[in-house]
């Protein structure tokens, strides 16, 4: 079965430190997108790719990058993890870009930055 | 600005009993879509429901439903014969057409729990 798989699950580092999280995908989908979920908050997205070559800014982008050098593959980098940035991270992937499309989730990276 | 409000943080239900979980939003885009998402206290999110803005019928599947009313900005799911395991958190989330980017925004959660 295609799925999307989170790496690691669980992540602690320092303050200052550069951290990736992986995305890989088997769904063979273009779009793909990283949240982040804070209590009170929902879900939040950092950044966004519908296809190789192609990323975008989310709502709380600050601090975080990513690149998109193949269809399966997404990593999300903390170029100086802060203490702000604890929280859950949530990949998801989507079919199509259309408004009418669901996102498939990973099951999410519990970082922590102390 | 917030496009995505869901005002009950947490809700009661009685086994067997229905449910409605409230959810408000706010778009200039004519083509959008609803949609809810549940996570279980194990943490994954798992797509429950979609709405189409042009769909003219509210979407049912299997114990849910979405009581979609366009005027008011509303996409109420509704939880028929509750089950233990419908304790969870549930969100309600708008992806945009392209006005929007085609992103998807969700609301901040209502916590369901589900008395025996």
């Known amino acids: 079965d295609a799925e999307i798989t989170q790496s690691p699950r669980h992540k602690i580092t320092e303050t200052g430190r550069q951290v990736t999280l992986a995305c890989h995908q088997t769904w063979n989908h273009n779009n793909m997108f990283w949240y982040r979920q804070d209590l009170g908050h929902g879900l939040r997205l950092i950044h966004y790719?519908?296809?190789?070559?192609?990323?975008n800014k989310g709502e709380v982008s600050d601090g975080y990058s990513v690149s998109r050098s193949n269809t399966e593959d997404l990593p999300l980098t903390l170029e100086s993890a802060a203490s702000s940035q604890t929280s859950v991270y949530f990949c998801a992937s989507s079919k199509a870009a259309g408004p009418n499309s669901p996102l498939h989730f990973g099951n999410g990276t519990r970082l922590t930055v102390t | 600005a917030q496009k995505i409000t869901q005002t009950q943080p947490g809700m009661f239900v009685q086994e067997k009993e229905a449910v409605t979980l409230d959810c408000t939003y706010d778009t200039s885009d004519p083509s959008y879509g609803l949609f809810w998402y549940k996570q279980p206290s194990s943490g994954e999110m798992i797509f429950l429901i979609y709405q189409g803005s042009y769909d003219q019928q509210n979407a049912t599947e299997g114990r849910y439903s979405l009581n979609f009313q366009k005027a008011r900005k509303s996409a109420n799911l509704v939880i028929s014969a509750s089950q233990l395991g419908d304790s969870a958190m549930y969100f309600c989330?708008?992806?945009?057409?392209?006005?929007?980017?085609?992103?998807?925004?969700f609301g901040a959660g209502t916590r369901l729990f589900v008395k025996a």
């Open positions: 989330a708008m992806r945009e057409g392209l006005t929007g980017g085609f992103k998807t925004i």
């Open positions: 790719s519908y296809g190789v070559q192609d990323t």
